[in-house]
């Protein structure tokens, strides 16, 4: 009799302990209401712009750094437009020279004799005509990277070296050293900045639950010690209706070793 009295209590301190157990887990799953899922990296870029050949030719060289600061070097294109350029402007520079002594000498005749002033007057609008063209083409090699005053008959170039317009870095590169470019012809794709993010899709069931600013821990798949913690940036408000799910993205650390395309596994800290 006494046995089966203590079997019996037993079996409630059993009973009882197991609720208190299924009760413990049941309050850290609602405390921790969290969701594991697998991620993807991939990039965004701010302030996308192209760089472009001004002239014709070839690209003899095109820089493989990824970030790039103010004045740093894209390519080098070696073009025989260049050479006209140069020459057409050596020209236009001897015609100013030679017209604006024209006009001076004119302007000393007029002086003594009233009929050189028409003479004058031309002179004067030949000299006016060849320094718009000297300095137009003046403009059009300083565009090219070129100081007209250190252009001379005896150093002519026929390269055209790009430079970075600021400090930024290469999004995609659209031409290949050894293309022939004819003028305009995109040679790289540049942005100020390159943001790395972690690209989730969520199960549809997750949605109201999965909002901006929760908490995000997440690893490499192929290596745990690359690791870290940010929060949930933007959730796309649409279910793919094939899958059934939704797309999230978080930003990780500029100092990453991890690259687009990689895989993690993550943890998102859903809201209750």
């Known amino acids: 009799m006494l046995t089966e009295k203590l079997i019996l209590v037993l079996m409630a301190v059993l009973t009882l302990f197991s609720a208190c157990r299924n009760n413990n887990h049941a309050s850290d799953s609602k405390v921790m209401n969290s969701l594991k899922c697998r991620g993807f990296v991939v990039s965004e870029f701010k302030n996308k712009r192209y760089i472009h050949s001004p002239v014709s030719g070839k690209l003899i060289w095109l820089t493989g750094q990824k970030s790039l600061n103010k004045g740093s070097g894209l390519c080098v ?22 017209t604006r002594k024209e006009y001076l000498r004119q302007g000393d005749l007029a002086v003594e004799n009233a009929t050189s002033v028409k003479k004058m007057e031309n002179a004067g609008k030949e000299y006016l005509a060849a320094e718009i063209t000297m300095k137009a083409m003046a403009k059009q090699l ?105 797309t999230g993205y978080a930003t990780i650390e500029e100092d990453t070793l991890l690259v687009p395309g990689m895989t993690v596994q993550a943890e998102l800290f859903l809201n209750p």
């Open 142 to 246: 300083t565009m090219l990277g070129f100081n007209p005053d250190s252009v001379r008959s005896d150093n002519l170039s026929d390269r055209v070296v790009l430079y970075s317009p600021d400090k930024c870095y290469i999004n995609s590169i659209l031409a290949n050293t050894g293309d022939f470019l004819s003028a305009g012809t995109n040679i790289v794709l540049l942005s100020d900045k390159e943001i790395r993010l972690i690209k989730f899709e969520v199960p549809e069931e997750y949605y109201y639950k999965t909002t901006t600013g929760i908490k995000v821990i997440y690893k490499a798949a192929f290596d745990s010690t690359i690791r870290g913690k940010t929060i949930l940036r933007n959730v796309v408000p649409r279910v793919d209706t094939l899958t059934g799910t939704f």
């Open 77 to 98: 294109i070696k073009s025989s437009e260049i050479l006209s350029i140069q020459q057409n402007f050596l020209e236009a520079k001897n015609l100013y020279e030679f």
